[in-house]
């Protein structure tokens, strides 16, 4: 065989392993083709997806439910970070605002918020890094060019350091009010679910329609 047809063939081959792609695994490959900037890849991945009622890519429920789900983490991982940083400020300020009667007592309450929101903060990001890991795509990469990315980022560090120095009594306080943290495997499930929905539901209405 020459070496054009040993090469048609290899182009052959990969042609068929992109067509049979399932939905997950197409999506991860074009994400990643998006974040390296690899514009011929992620037209190969969508020239051989199936079309739904032909079409859309079979996979374009999950895209924008990945998508969806981002734009949410990004708006939560901003409402802790303000929070985070407005409870460290009035912290800052206790030894003023402690003497008024107003503020009398608050500085507790302003650290059992931090506590809390650092705790949440840490177990969305380590389940939404355990969803990355299994769906294997970049858990930093969709977020980078988002606005308020690099604040998050420190937010997220010193929150991790925060609800770590503080397990101890986060636990207790957890107990106390009868309450039990969801474990980030549980958020992966949550989110996994989510995406699972949005696959599922855009393949029915394209269908049905």
């Not at 299994?134 to 990315?149: E, K, Q, R, Y």
């Not at 207790?172 to 989110?191: F, R, S």
Request: net charge negative; aromatic share 6%; proline share 4%.
């Amino acid at each position: 065989m020459t070496l054009n047809g040993r090469l048609n063939g290899l182009e052959r081959g990969v042609e068929k392993h992109y067509a049979s792609l399932d939905p997950w695994k197409r999506t991860a490959l074009g994400i990643n083709a998006r974040l390296r900037g690899d514009e011929a890849e992620e037209r190969k991945l969508a020239a051989s997806a199936p079309k739904l009622n032909g079409a859309v890519c079979h996979n374009y429920g999950l895209s924008v439910g990945i998508e969806r789900l981002v734009f949410v983490l990004h708006m939560q991982r901003l409402a802790d970070a303000m929070l985070y940083w407005r409870s460290e400020g009035l912290l800052h300020l206790a030894p003023i605002l402690g003497e008024t009667e107003k503020f009398k007592g608050y500085e507790p309450h302003m650290l059992h918020v931090m506590r809390m929101t650092c705790d949440r903060a840490v177990g969305r990001e380590e389940g939404w890094r355990l969803l990355c890991e299994d769906l294997g795509i970049d858990p930093d990469g969709l977020f980078n060019d988002l606005p308020g990315a690099q604040m998050v980022k420190e937010f997220i560090e010193a929150a991790r350091s925060t609800a770590d120095a503080f397990r101890p009594q986060l636990d207790a306080l957890l107990k106390a009010n009868g309450a039990v943290a969801q474990t980030p495997q549980e958020v992966a499930g949550e989110m996994r679910e989510f995406l699972d929905q949005q696959l599922a539901g855009w393949s029915r209405e394209t269908h049905e329609g």
